[in-house]
């Protein structure tokens, strides 16, 4: 579909230096002339397709990930339609370069790779200037904020300003796959502080060079946050992303209901994770509720999947109480029973009675996870732990020796910090296994067979549920639009379907999926009241009208 012209008041050097606006040598003679751009380019007038052939020779001369991934970062900053035209074109080979694992990298040498300004950062210094702050922001129709505080990015913990990399490769997926326009989107860092003493101590660091604030002037300054954010964008999206454990959960259910908001890490993740087992148990023929789970990782994300697996078993029948006692939380000290000492709120509902556990076979305090492999035969084993390794080779055995082929997602990120890596996995299981992981592994051969690795990761979830709540306008996120979109990748699986391909769709067909994500998430929610009503026909409209695509528009000279 032709777009229509855009009119902008920008000309010469600040027209090539806005990223939404650049198109470099593909402005043409005629633009060239009407914005004053004669003589700031070389000559030959460029079509994008030519511009994206460059840029991937280009791409293809740097040798490392991360170099990569500041190249790609460096073109999204001074050509967005260019950056997103060629990551449509080179999807997955890309995505595992702007988003896990590179993405890790680039959060840990945040400082040290930094080159030029994208998104907010809003330091704890700043409280009372936020209404400037936001008025700063060089995109003013905002519709995703992607904000983190940086205290828990991926496995590797407190990365202070890093943070940053994180809301901004997010937001690259909401726009690659999601539709997104990238002039909605915008990544944010609340800055309060690090208490990573590397940082603290490394002269290039570009943070508050602070510990954290404490808990009551954190909260206070999230909260100006917020009602800054309702002032200026009240209708946006706020993905809370890689907050740690303690204010995780809080500021969800703090906000949830009073802003259009939700947590990645704990709904996302437990939307895609209970979507990729569905497809699981479908493909092996056997009903989720029959199942019991063992989570390895206490935190955000498992015991978030924990609570939608809980409500997806009783969807399908059995009482919460059963379902309850499914569900098997090891965390650092092991299993979570009702005597184990310190637990948060949201872990205490997930513990299992010490009467369940007297007759089995342990000798540490609590049984450790092989005890829970030996002992309650789990058909589903899921780690987000962030600890490398944890998934060795006599817990896989002890597994396997309990249940045919097993269900095992060892989800946490980057690929450094995987639990057990697919090869492992699928070695000590003797290929008798479904598996997905959180970061993109190669496929894996083993006896004569390849096994294609599933990527579970809430990149499958986020990209829809923000496409459709921004084409209706929803003004919360419930947990029923969630589990719609959950329910809608499931649906989606090739294997589960046919019996063959992988347990998730391609990533290269994550757009379309997305669009589908969005109509399901957008209609359940129009059920809720929590969007005015239309019709299918015009909800199909709205998320295709607001599907942006990495293509030049022409523009119109508007006077200053
Ligand atoms: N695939 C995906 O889409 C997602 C993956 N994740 C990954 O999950 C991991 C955890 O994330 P969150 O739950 O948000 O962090 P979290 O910090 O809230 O939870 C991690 C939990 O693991 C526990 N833990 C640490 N060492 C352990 C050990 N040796 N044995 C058992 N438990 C141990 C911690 O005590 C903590 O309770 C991260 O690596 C993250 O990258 C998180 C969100 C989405
Ligand atoms: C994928 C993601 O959100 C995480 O690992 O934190
Ligand atoms: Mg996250």
Request: overall charge positive; glycine content about 18%; charged content about 20%.
């Given at each position: 579909m032709k777009k229509s012209p855009l009119y902008t008041a920008y000309s010469g050097s600040a027209l090539l230096e806005t990223p939404l606006l650049n198109k470099g040598s593909a402005f043409t003679v005629d633009e060239r002339i009407a914005f004053n751009?004669?003589?700031?380019?070389?000559p030959r007038y460029e079509t994008i397709e030519e511009q994206v052939s460059r840029a991937y020779m280009q791409y293809k001369s740097f040798d490392t990930a991360i170099n990569k991934h500041i190249y790609l970062r460096a073109i999204q900053d001074n050509n967005e339609t260019l950056f997103y035209r060629l990551l449509q074109q080179h999807l997955d080979e890309m995505i595992p370069i702007i988003y896990t694992p590179t993405v890790g990298d680039a959060c840990e040498q945040f400082s040290d790779i930094y080159r030029s300004a994208r998104g907010l950062f809003i330091s704890y210094n700043d409280r009372h200037q936020l209404d400037d702050i936001l008025r700063n922001a060089?995109?003013?129709?905002?519709?995703v904020i992607v904000v983190t505080?940086?205290?828990?990015v991926l496995g590797l913990g407190d990365q202070g300003i890093g943070g940053m990399g994180i809301s901004i490769g997010k937001l690259s997926l909401y726009t690659?796959?999601?539709?997104?326009?990238p002039a909605y989107a915008l990544p944010m860092m609340l800055d309060v502080?690090?208490?990573n003493e590397k940082l603290l101590n490394d002269?290039?660091?570009?943070?508050?060079?602070?510990?954290r604030v404490g808990q009551a002037e954190y909260d206070e300054f999230v909260a100006l946050f917020i009602q800054a954010v309702k002032r200026r964008w009240p209708e946006a999206i706020i993905q809370f992303e890689d907050f740690a454990q303690p204010n995780a959960m809080p500021l969800l259910q703090r906000y949830r209901e009073q802003v259009c908001c939700f947590n990645d890490d704990i709904q996302g993740t437990a939307a895609v994770t209970v979507g990729t087992l569905l497809a699981a148990c479908r493909s092996k023929n056997?009903?989720?509720?029959a199942q019991h789970v063992v989570f390895v990782g206490a935190g955000s994300a498992g015991c978030g999947i924990a609570e939608q697996v809980i409500s997806q078993m009783v969807a399908e029948g059995i009482s919460e109480s059963q379902a309850r006692s499914q569900i098997f939380m090891i965390d650092r000290f092991g299993l979570l029973t009702d005597?184990?000492?310190?637990?948060?709120d949201f872990q205490q509902a997930l513990t299992q009675p010490q009467k369940t556990i007297e007759s089995w076979s342990y000798s540490g305090e609590f049984p450790s996870l092989l005890d829970v492999m030996n002992c309650?035969?789990?058909g589903i084993l899921i780690g987000v732990?962030?600890?490398?390794?944890?998934?060795?080779e006599p817990v896989i055995r002890a597994m396997k020796a309990g249940v045919s082929t097993p269900i095992i997602f060892p989800?946490?990120?980057?690929?450094?910090?995987?639990?057990?890596t697919p090869e492992q996995v699928i070695t000590w299981t003797e290929g008798d296994v479904i598996i997905a992981t959180g970061s993109p592994f190669a496929p894996v051969s083993y006896n004569g067979q390849q096994y294609v690795i599933a990527q579970c990761n809430n990149s499958y979830i986020f990209p829809g549920v923000g496409l459709g709540v921004i084409a209706i306008k929803a003004r919360l996120i419930s947990d029923e639009m969630l589990r719609e979109a959950s329910k809608t990748l499931a649906a989606a699986s090739p294997k589960a379907n046919n019996?063959?391909?992988?347990l998730l769709p391609a990533f290269t067909e994550l757009a379309a999926l997305s669009k589908k994500i969005a109509f399901n998430v957008a209609k359940v929610a129009i059920k809720q009241g929590l969007a005015l009503e239309v019709d299918d026909v015009i909800l199909q409209q709205k998320i295709d009208e607001n599907f942006w695509l990495p293509q030049y528009r022409q523009y119109k000279r508007i006077s200053a």
């Open positions: 751009l004669a003589g700031l380019l070389p060089t995109k003013r129709k905002v519709k505080d940086g205290e828990r690659a796959c999601g539709g997104i326009s502080g690090t208490n002269p290039m660091y570009m943070g508050l060079r602070q510990k056997v009903q989720l509720s005597a184990t000492p310190g637990l948060r309650a035969k789990p732990s962030g600890q490398a390794g944890l998934f060795t989800l946490s990120n980057p690929s450094r910090q995987v639990e057990a019996g063959s391909g992988g």
